[in-house]
């Protein structure tokens, strides 16, 4: 079965350092990839999706994240966490057509 | 570009009642998904509209759910008749065509009491 997996549901990181969110995939095929991000009350922010190239992807808000094949991960990071990326992350695919899966986010706290 | 725009922000309603939710897609996109969200069972996919055709409805939980999309502007989820374990956000999302990504509304957040 396809699916898509968060293995860590919350974390704490201090403002100013980094930050990775992991994200592994189950599929036939390498899918279409993404990330979003939701602020508490709000929908969901695409900050950056990966269909082919490059396995480095460049997004908003200062984020990256890195497909590897090998390992079906498309992990998300950030070099210096800022308090406003306080949010819940959402990994998510697609396959073949524009139906998106979502893992089951990451709650990200920022101390000061 | 006013984005995916949802109403109502926030709906309560008793149960057995019929509610309502809308969506107005961005102008020039052609497909649009309606999501539901909760804290038990994350984000689900309940319909899936290319063209104003529905495409997917697999997501939908049960007969009290229908939804629409009369033309390339306006998608209503309707319940009815609506129930506690009803209570969620709703999203509604659009992409363009042939793109891959959704924009999302701001959802709309019913609490059925």
């Known amino acids: 079965a396809q699916s898509v997996t968060q293995p860590d549901i919350h974390i704490t990181v201090s403002e100013g350092a980094s930050l990775e969110l992991r994200c592994n995939y189950s599929y036939g095929a390498t899918p279409y990839l993404f990330w979003y991000v939701q602020s508490p009350g709000q929908g969901l922010q695409l900050l950056l999706k990966y269909f082919s190239g490059d396995t480095l992807v460049q997004g908003i808000k200062g984020f990256e994240a890195e497909f590897k094949r090998s390992q079906s991960s498309f992990n998300l990071r950030k070099p210096s966490v800022h308090w406003s990326d306080a949010a819940e992350y959402f990994c998510?695919?697609?396959?073949?057509?524009?139906?998106?899966?979502f893992g089951a986010g990451t709650t990200v706290t920022v101390r000061a | 570009d006013a984005g995916v725009i949802q109403s109502p922000r926030h709906e309560v309603t008793e149960m057995g009642q019929e509610v309502t939710l809308r969506c107005k897609p961005i102008?020039?996109?052609?497909?649009l998904f309606w999501y539901r969200q909760t804290m038990m069972r994350g984000l689900e996919l309940l319909i899936y509209f290319n063209n104003n055709v529905p495409i997917d409805d697999s997501g939908m939980p049960e007969d009290r759910f229908s939804a629409k999309m009369p033309n390339a502007s306006f998608s209503t989820l309707k319940i009815q008749p609506s129930e506690p374990r009803d209570s969620a956000v709703y999203f509604c999302a659009s992409t363009p065509p042939g793109r891959y990504g959704y924009t999302f509304g701001s959802g709309t957040r019913l609490t059925v009491v």
């Open positions: 998510a695919v697609a396959f073949n057509d524009y139906k998106l899966s």
């Open positions: 102008s020039g996109h052609n497909s």
